[in-house]
Structures are given as C-alpha cells and as structure tokens.
C-alpha cells in the first residue's frame, strides 16, 4: 500500500475494521456525487446529494435536498433517497435488500433516524457536520455517538470520504451565493 493510500485510510472514520474495497468504492460514488453537485444546485437543489445502490453495486435513485425549492423542511438528500426507494421496492423495510446509501456530507439528525428506521445496512458520507456547520453556518443538530450506536444496530459506516471534494463543492455552493435555509432562533 502506498504511502497516500495509507494517508487516506487513516483519516477515514469507521464503525468496523476498514476495508479498502469498500473504501475504494466509496471514494469514486462519493466524488462522482460531490462532481455532480453544481448541476444540481444549478436547478435550485440544496448542496447535499445522496445515492441507493443495491448489493449488486447497482445504482437505484440518485438525489438532491430539495427543502429550498419544495418548501419542505425534511427534504433532506437522504429523505428524498429513501422514499423513492421505498416506493421502488413497496416497503417500509429495506432490510432484506441490504443497500447501501451514498451521502456528499454527513448525515444530520433527522437524517440518522430516517436511516435507522428504514433498514439500510451500510451509510459511506463525503465531509463531516464539523465541516459543513464550519462552511455554511447550518446547524447539524446534536448526534450523540450515532456511529457506535448504528453498529449496535448492524449498520456499517465510513465517513470522511474524499472530504477535499466536498470542501470544494460546499465552497462553491455558498460563494454562488445559493441559500442556506435555517430556521429563526
């Protein structure tokens, strides 16, 4: 292993013992997301984008947040993901189809649950909530130790994937000038 692969691997944030397929995998779904940001944001999406893929690797619903131009709070990527494939597969429970959902940044609070509750197995994120909250000014929300309890839970995460990529893309979304929603305190 190469001294920048190993640079890489220990910045990686994880619930199991890494694997550098899985991470390897990640890293290219996760930049394609974080290169298709501006094309998104460009037609109004917020500046977060998740992907469904099955355990055959192949991709089920790619989306954006869409809260700002839906006018609806919870439409976060990650929500958006998961009900459209609920609706694909007719259920509530994803468990038996062991996916995996793809994040450009990590999920926030609502989004953990809505993960949780849905029975995705396996959570990879671009940038961390300290990066994103350190960018935009959004407010994450708290996640007491979501990471130990989603292996408690049998799903596996990895974060801070290609996290330079996603800087660069959350950069961009706020020097275009584009929204961050927040509600008044």
Avoid at 2 to 20: A, D, F, G, M, W
Avoid at 103 to 124: F, L
Avoid at 144 to 172: H, Q, S
């Amino acid at each position: 292993m190469s001294e920048s692969q190993n640079n890489v691997l220990k910045n990686i944030i994880s619930n199991e013992p890494l694997e550098e397929e899985k991470v390897q995998r990640a890293s290219k779904i996760i930049a394609g997301l974080q290169n298709d940001m501006k094309t998104f944001t460009d037609n109004g999406a917020g500046p977060f984008l998740a992907a469904i893929y099955d355990c055959e690797g192949n991709l089920l619903i790619k989306t954006s947040n869409s809260v700002v131009n839906e006018t609806c709070s919870h439409n976060h990527a990650e929500m958006n993901a998961i009900r459209e494939v609920e609706k694909i597969y007719g259920t509530y429970d994803l468990s038996k189809y062991n996916l995996s959902l793809y994040i450009t940044a990590e999920p926030c609070m609502m989004c953990i649950g809505a993960i949780m509750w849905s029975g995705i197995k396996n959570v990879y994120y671009g940038i961390t909530s300290k990066t994103v909250e350190q960018i935009t000014g959004f407010d994450e929300g708290f996640k007491p130790d979501w990471i130990e309890e989603f292996k408690k839970r049998g799903i596996t995460v990895y974060g801070n994937i290609v996290p330079e990529l996603g800087e660069e893309a959350m950069k961009e979304y706020i020097k275009n000038g584009n929204k961050v929603y927040k509600p008044e305190r």
